[in-house]
């Protein structure tokens, strides 16, 4: 090849090169030929593994956003990999755009309204709806924007916390001094504090391991919580004690939807939407197989005297009102 040619070629290649970095990318492969790289890219964090209810949540998210956007909006999902804790903050901060997780939103940003996710307050899922979506709900929100960054994009229904042991409970008595796994939230260890259980806080990502190395004897948590983590393999009894209305809480960092067009907003709230109800509704049909898929893994099915354990709960509860949950009694919230 001559010394002109060659030249004719570099030149060639080079003008080449350069014009196709200038065209938009297209995806490569046949199924997605012709489809532009997405504008918008959203990070979706939570802290539950995947089969958890709001990991399901987020792929069904995912799935609407993308499907509806036509690829515009993509979504990256991190299930299971950090703390409750982590997620929320960094939810907060905009390393995370958007959070599916317990109630750590109300914890650390309104935690005067933390009453929305304590044992033994709300009644079931109708009932904390009708005051998450009424004026307590609203003040707490404003909250978590102000204080967190972050914005409300729904809850979902998790179902009800049970517990888990290595042992039968019937009744307080067999709660006393049973050290039990929980997250680190205060009002919750004094209501089990309070009942006689002896509370041992330890991360979610530790749960597991806490159960079978015996610095937990028991746990509570919703069932695609023991589930998820697989607790039928160190614990051999669910008691189904009913203490709490489990909810997931979905917030969007505020900068992240304050940077999305009016459309795209109007999209990720309908998809949001969308899969919570799903994810809501799958819960509910969903909790007999649930329990049953448990004791096919070789857990024991219990009832409690739960109004005995109830009744130990109630002056730590009203103590909470007064102290830390200020802004409203609990005979108020229970008349909603």
């Known amino acids: 090849m001559n010394k002109t040619i060659k030249k004719f070629l570099v030149v060639t290649l080079s003008i080449a090169l350069v014009f196709s970095l200038t065209l938009p990318v297209y995806a490569k492969n046949n ?3 012709g489809r532009k790289v997405p504008k918008v890219v959203l990070k979706v964090a939570t802290p539950f593994r995947e089969g958890h209810i709001l990991a399901d949540t987020a792929e069904k998210f995912k799935e609407l956003v993308e499907q509806s956007s036509k690829g515009k909006i993509a979504v990256i999902i991190e299930a299971g990999l950090d ?3 982590n997620v929320n903050l960094r939810c907060a901060s905009g390393d995370v755009d958007i959070q599916l997780t317990g109630g750590e939103p109300l914890e650390v940003f309104s935690p005067e309204y933390f009453f929305f ?3 033994y307050v709300i009644k079931d899922y109708d009932h904390f709806l009708r005051v998450w979506n009424g004026p307590l709900g609203d003040e707490s929100k404003a ?3 102000e204080n967190g960054n972050m914005k409300s994009l729904g809850t979902v229904f998790r179902g009800y916390r049970q517990m888990t042991s290595n042992k039968p409970i019937s009744g307080p008595s067999d709660i006393a001094n049973i050290k039990l796994r929980l997250p680190g939230v205060h009002t919750w260890i004094s ?3 309070q009942i006689g259980a002896n509370p041992v806080a330890v991360p979610l990502t530790g749960l597991y391991q806490a159960l ?3 610095t937990a004897e028991a746990s509570e948590g919703d069932l695609t919580q023991i589930m998820s983590f697989n607790l039928a393999e160190v614990q051999s009894h669910l008691t189904i004690t009913n203490h709490l209305c489990a909810v997931g809480y979905i917030t969007i960092n505020n900068d992240t939807y304050n940077s999305l067009k009016k459309q795209e907003r109007r999209l990720v709230e309908r998809a949001m ?6 994810a809501t509704q799958v819960t509910m049909d969903s909790d007999n197989a649930r329990l049953e898929y448990l004791q096919n893994a070789g857990m024991t099915l219990g009832y409690p005297d739960a109004d005995a354990i109830r ?3 109630k002056p730590a509860i009203e103590e909470l009102f007064i102290n830390e949950w200020p802004v409203t009694t609990w005979e108020e919230v229970l008349a909603q």
Do not use: R
């Not at 939407?273 to 799903?278: H, I, L, M, Y």
């Open 83 to 85: 703390t409750e804790e």
């Open 117 to 119: 996710n304590a044992p």
């Open 212 to 214: 079978a190395d015996g």
């Open 191 to 193: 209501v089990w504090s």
């Open 143 to 145: 909250l978590i924007s």
């Open 31 to 33: 199924k997605d030929k």
């Open 273 to 278: 939407k969308e899969a919570s109800e799903w």
């Open 311 to 313: 009744e130990l709960a």
